[in-house]
């Protein structure tokens, strides 16, 4: 029988043949969809996360790493939302207007999926208003703003704004995140949150739902 440390392995090495294997081994198994998310794929993702987080790993083994989570992800999803597995809640991410950079939003994306959110991506070059309504259509409960550029960092306080002006939006969380941000900016611009890399962004979207 596959085993979850196997999956995780898979998920580590970036094999997403295997992952992609093993996911379906398990769930030929009878094993629920929910339990593989969380004994196999979140451990593996996390693995992944400490490692890039101290340079034993860069960013193409993490992206691959992420192919492979989502290998075995795209095989297991249709069965977590089948059985009303508790997904722990919607989380919108996409870089801020002006900024097209998105290499970090995808893999805090990644890894917010990996830790058993719902992630909608809005994309890159996003506007305060367009983020408002993809919110409030997704329901989102929280939001993950991204900025690469010093100029486009004050556009997340755009965002902040509409999100509090906006009456049915009002209430959901914002985090941010990029490069050049710092905890004392975030809090300057009156954000939720702030994490410098994305495994410390999936233990921020825990704290903040
Ligand atoms: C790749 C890159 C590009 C690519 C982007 C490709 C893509 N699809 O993303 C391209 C070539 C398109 C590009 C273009 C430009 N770039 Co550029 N780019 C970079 C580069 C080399 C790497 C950025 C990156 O992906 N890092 C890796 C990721 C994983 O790191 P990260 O984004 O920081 O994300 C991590 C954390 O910050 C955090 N995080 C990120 N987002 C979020 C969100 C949340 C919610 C949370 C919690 C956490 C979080 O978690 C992530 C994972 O750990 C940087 C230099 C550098 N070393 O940073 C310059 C850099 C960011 N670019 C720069 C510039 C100037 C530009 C251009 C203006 C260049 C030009 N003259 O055309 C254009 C701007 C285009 C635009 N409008 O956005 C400057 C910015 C300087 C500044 N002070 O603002 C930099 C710093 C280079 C430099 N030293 O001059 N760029």
């Known amino acids: 029988m596959a085993k ?5 392995d898979a998920i580590i090495k970036g094999d997403n043949i295997t992952s992609k294997e093993i996911a379906e081994k398990l769930v030929g ?8 998310l969380n004994e196999g794929l979140v451990p593996g993702m996390n693995v992944v996360g400490q490692r890039f987080k101290a340079n034993e ?5 993490v992206l691959i790493a992420a192919r492979a989570m989502h290998a075995a992800m795209d095989i297991i999803k249709p069965l977590l939302s089948e059985g009303g597995a508790d997904l722990k809640g919607t989380v919108l991410i996409g870089t801020v207007q002006g900024d097209l950079h998105d290499i970090g939003k995808n ?9 058993g959110y719902q992630v909608i991506d809005a994309g890159v070059d996003i506007s305060a208003e367009k983020f408002v309504e993809e919110a409030k259509k997704s329901n989102a409960k929280l939001i993950g703003l991204s900025a690469l550029l ?3 960092m004050p556009a997340m306080k755009d965002v902040i704004d ?3 002006a906006d009456s049915e939006a ?6 941010v995140g990029g490069a050049p941000l710092t905890q004392e900016y975030a809090d300057s611009i009156g954000a939720d949150g702030y994490a410098p890399d994305a495994s410390s962004a999936v233990d921020l979207a825990a704290k903040l739902l």
Request: aromatic content about 6%.
């Open 29 to 36: 198994d009878n094993i629920a969809a929910q339990d593989i």
């Open 170 to 175: 009002a209430g959901i969380k914002i985090m």
């Open 150 to 152: 010093t100029t486009t």
């Open 4 to 8: 979850y440390q196997d999956l995780a």
């Open 107 to 115: 893999l805090i994306g990644m890894m917010l999926e990996g830790g």
């Open 57 to 61: 790993m860069y960013i193409p083994e």
């Open 162 to 164: 509409a999100v509090a």
